[in-house]
């Protein structure tokens, strides 16, 4: 059974940092693309970031974009969000999603086959 696993959400006060990430089983990050999203109560996911293909570049929501950053580690099999200057809008549960339908758009929800239990990010004084 593929598993994946966010990890390193919590309350952070506006303007911190964060840095969340996702590990898989039965599942390599470095075989395909992948994308982070969240989820802000009453509202559907939405893309955050991710890695377009194994081997295409990254891209962003107009949102976090030049405040997260997204990486990842094959040899540990895992992927990382590092999110600066937070802001309170920020706060969601966050999600990894991996084993990307290249036949839709990246920013897409169904466009992933795997997807984690989530991570809830808050940030707020």
């Known amino acids: 059974q593929v598993q994946l696993v966010e990890s390193g959400g919590g309350l952070v006060q506006p303007g911190g940092s964060l840095r969340l990430s996702c590990a898989a089983s039965?599942?390599?990050?470095?075989?395909?693309?992948m994308g982070w999203f969240r989820r802000v109560l009453g509202k559907d996911r939405e893309i955050v970031a991710g890695?377009?293909?194994?081997?295409?570049?990254?891209f962003y929501a107009d949102s976090v974009k030049d405040r997260f950053t997204v990486s990842r580690d094959n040899a540990k099999n895992m992927v990382y969000l590092q999110m600066n200057s937070l802001k309170p809008e920020d706060t969601a549960v966050y999600y990894c999603?991996?084993?990307?339908?290249?036949?839709?758009?990246?920013?897409?929800?169904?466009?992933?086959?795997?997807w984690g239990q989530g991570t809830q990010v808050t940030v707020s004084s």
């Open positions: 999603a991996g084993r990307r339908d290249y036949s839709r758009q990246h920013w897409t929800p169904g466009a992933y086959e795997y």
């Open positions: 039965g599942y390599s990050f470095g075989d395909d693309g």
């Open positions: 890695f377009i293909s194994r081997t295409g570049g990254t």
